[in-house]
DNA sequence: GTCTATAAGAGGATAGAC
DNA sequence: GTCTATCCTCTTATAGAC
């Protein structure tokens, strides 16, 4: 499986943005971590390392932007499954040593007063996660305001309680939000999928289409 | 109102870090925010840009430990308290053109995975939190259990719709937050306090206790 | 498209005069 | 306890050979 030189400079940038956030990490590190000599960088990213962290959260919240949706899909009780998303968020968290799970949260918090363009693609991604998780709830039956707002609450509580489990070093805060989230929907029935498969492609693009767009436009 | 400068220093770094984080902070930077040239910065802090961090952390932990209960302490449904507690942060936020309130969540992202001295600060400001939240609502008469769970959840919430709420420039996510969180504790009475005025006193000395006590011991 | 060498400046930290 | 000058390293980014 041979990656080009750009997807594994991205595939480290991402990596180590997820554990440092933004700021922290060098081009050095990157440089290091991909095995890719500095001039390809700035080869293949004419941006630096704005243009990397750009494409790197793109790439991630696409990723990332299926989870919930995967990890719905097998339930057909919204409360249920809601508090499967925190519990399984929970097991993976305490499997990999409490290390963050995705770059986009951290690195957004650092970016949201500092750097625009950052900003921009990080709310591309989160608008991305939003719109796709509503869209799929409707899929699933949930009447629209409230698909909406599940996935908003949802999204919300995850990268909230992210923070807390890491700095603590504990899965309770996951494991709460779960708790404590799910008891207003249980009882509210989710369709059946007309396929027996989760056919992730259908709510895929939406990241992307906004901020690759504009990280294409910006060469020097 | 003459603040000393070891105050100052203090005061600059976590206005700095409550926008940036911690890595995008350079010293030079707190010079220039705080007045103080670099010799006073480690003549009152030996221990460097961390210790200032620490000091920071610490002193933003105990102000917006109280953030919580003053702004419950005039209800007495928890319902309508948890709600209330999000339209007023979403408010705040909005006021203040989405700049982020506190500087403890977005630092404790970053340095979660890579610097452990401040990491056990966060965690100790986070726990002062949900010590001091829980305990606040059992004098309220909710059942402990039933405290720790709605302080972990009503942390964990808020810390996650700060950073969607600050990215996306929008109060959604708050809002929404509170929308759903609120009603399954709507009819959960929260019982008068003794006295008409709230006693912000109470309950401030945790996150102090343990992180600030570990800073002092601190002198290179 | 790969890679090295290097520029130009910012980073944290220190010494020591006052 | 204040302040300046300075050290040394690391930072992002570029030039240009291959």
């Not at 080869?43 to 990332?64: C, D, M, T, W």
Request: hydrophobic share 45%; with cysteine.
């Amino acid at each position: 499986m041979a990656r080009s030189t750009r997807e594994t400079i991205l595939t480290a940038a991402a990596e180590l943005m997820r554990h440092k956030g933004y700021a922290a990490v060098g081009m050095k590190d990157v440089v290091k971590a991909s095995g890719a000599p500095i001039g390809s960088l700035y080869h293949h990213f004419p941006g630096g390392k704005v243009q990397i962290a750009r494409e790197a959260l793109v790439n991630a919240g696409i990723a990332y932007g299926m989870l919930i949706p995967t990890l719905v899909d097998p339930h057909d009780d919204l409360g249920e499954a809601i508090e499967a998303v925190f519990t399984q968020a929970a097991d993976d968290m305490a499997a990999t040593g409490f290390a963050n799970m995705c770059p986009v949260a951290s690195v957004a918090a650092e970016v949201a007063d500092t750097i625009e363009e950052l900003r921009t693609t990080t709310a591309a991604v989160f608008d991305g996660w939003l719109d796709g998780g509503t869209a799929y709830f409707v899929e699933r039956d949930v009447p629209h305001a409230a698909a909406r707002d599940v996935t908003v609450a949802l999204v919300g509580a995850l990268e909230g309680a992210f923070v807390l489990a890491r700095t603590l070093r504990s899965t309770e805060p996951l494991l709460v939000a779960g708790r404590v989230l799910a008891p207003a929907y249980r009882g509210q029935r989710l369709r059946d999928r007309g396929s027996g498969q989760p056919r992730p492609e259908d709510r895929t693009s939406s990241p992307f289409d906004s901020a690759e767009r504009s990280s294409k436009s910006r060469a020097r």
